[in-house]
């Protein structure tokens, strides 16, 4: 089955500056690659998702970066606020439901 | 109106007790899970239901029982709780194996 391996398991930034959280995954028929924003006390939310047949994919301050060949996937934040703070998961799928990294705790400091 | 909606919030029991939580989602999603989160944030899935059909059940003990009486609807059923059980349990719905939508989360504590 497939599995995603997540890096770094926390990262502290400066407000301003960029965070960048980078995934692999093993299952080469995994399509479709989603990252989640969970704050303190609240559910998983979705804030950009990829799908394989896409190599880049921007949102605002955040970007999804992909490269089936090597079968990885970052997450980049630019612009940094005291607001992106949280746990963020990556997730990997394709016939079989999502399966998720271990998250990273970022904190940005003011 | 709360797309995915699981109740109780917060679960208090004594070990060797039963109990149940339950799921609802309104999305017309025809995939629903249950999703174990423990204290080191670790998201796993625990089980997988489409159109009422259990479609994957992961190395969960079988004292954890899931029941869809239709396809909104997915509920957890525990019986004699351990302590290792305490964890939030997220239910969470899609379309096919995509865009998960999450509960609220229930946050069990097993005393």
């Known amino acids: 089955g497939e599995n995603v391996e997540q890096h770094p398991s926390t990262l502290s930034v400066q407000e301003g500056d960029s965070a960048v959280i980078k995934c692999t995954y093993s299952?080469?028929?995994?399509?479709?690659f989603p990252w989640y924003k969970q704050e303190l006390g609240k559910r998983p939310q979705l804030i950009i998702d990829?799908?394989?047949?896409?190599g880049e994919k921007k949102d605002q301050r955040i970007a999804v970066t992909l490269n089936k060949t090597a079968k990885h996937f970052s997450l980049h934040i630019t612009e940094t606020q005291p607001e992106d703070s949280a746990v963020y998961f990556c997730a990997a799928s394709g016939n079989t439901p999502l399966v998720f990294g271990k998250g990273t705790r970022l904190s940005v400091i003011a | 109106d709360t797309a995915v909606s699981q109740t109780p919030k917060y679960l208090v029991t004594q070990m060797g007790n039963d109990k149940s939580i339950k799921c609802e989602q309104n999305l017309g999603h025809d995939t629903m899970y249950w999703y174990k989160q423990d204290s080191k944030k670790f998201l796993k899935i625990m089980f997988s239901?489409?159109?009422?059909?259990?479609?994957i059940n992961e190395t969960v003990p079988n004292r954890f029982s899931p029941k869809s009486p239709d396809k909104a609807h997915l509920n957890l059923h525990i019986n004699s709780l351990e302590l290792g059980d305490s964890a939030v349990y997220f239910c969470a719905s899609s379309h096919l194996n995509e865009k998960l939508f999450f509960g609220s989360g229930t946050q069990l504590s097993v005393l």
């Open positions: 990829i799908r394989s047949n896409v």
């Open positions: 299952d080469s028929a995994s399509n479709y």
């Open positions: 239901y489409n159109n009422k059909e259990l479609i």
